[in-house]
């Protein structure tokens, strides 16, 4: 695992040097890497589906702009996931509605992936297979009990930790694990059929 997190960040720099060198087509190639991802963190602050999607393009037009100055400090995921946060809080300012007090954390919005990838392509029937999911886990929280619902948007969201989360919802930390897991438990569940059609034909099998 960590060889292959080395070898995909060494993909990243090598796509942003040659868009830094003018080539566009690199540029093309994160943003159908990372698109998805990008729009599902939106989606954390903005429940509207085409809006985040508009934002997730204005976000992705700031790191275009941006790169000529991105100096490697930071991972490429990291960074834009900066500017992808930072570009949701303006437009929800810029619409007069309050943003999240606390930033969604790097690692928790991979972790609330819930560990599914979908293959990086670029055929119609994979975008629409990722807008389908991201919709899907929009739907999912929405439909959540109260105490799941607000322990995993608390979580992120708020990016509260599970201590303050914890203190909010005056319960155990414990309980709040235990929220947060039925709820990603939820979506996993959610998701299934749509990523593995042959799913619930095959439970009924055994």
Known sequence: MAE????DQEFDQDLV??????????????????????????????????????VAQDAFMRAYRALPN???????????????VNTAKNHLVSQN???????????????????????DTDTPERELMRQEVEQAVMRVVEGLPEDLRVAISLREVDGLSYDEIAQKMA?????VRSRIFRAREAID???RPLLDPDHDSQERKF
Not at 171 to 175: F, K, S
């Open 4 to 7: 292959n997190k080395l070898l």
């Open 189 to 191: 569940q959610e998701l």
């Open 17 to 54: 040097r040659r868009v830094q060198q003018g080539d566009s087509t690199a540029f093309d190639a994160l943003v159908r890497k990372y698109q998805h991802r990008i729009v599902g963190l939106i989606g954390r602050y903005i429940s509207d589906w085409s809006e985040c999607q508009d």
């Open 171 to 175: 319960c155990p930390i414990g309980t």
């Open 97 to 119: 509605r309050r943003p999240p007090t606390a930033d969604i954390d790097v690692g928790d919005a991979e972790q609330f992936d819930t560990g599914i990838r979908l293959r």
């Open 70 to 84: 991105f100096r490697g400090d930071a991972q490429f995921y990291t960074w834009l996931h900066r500017i992808a």
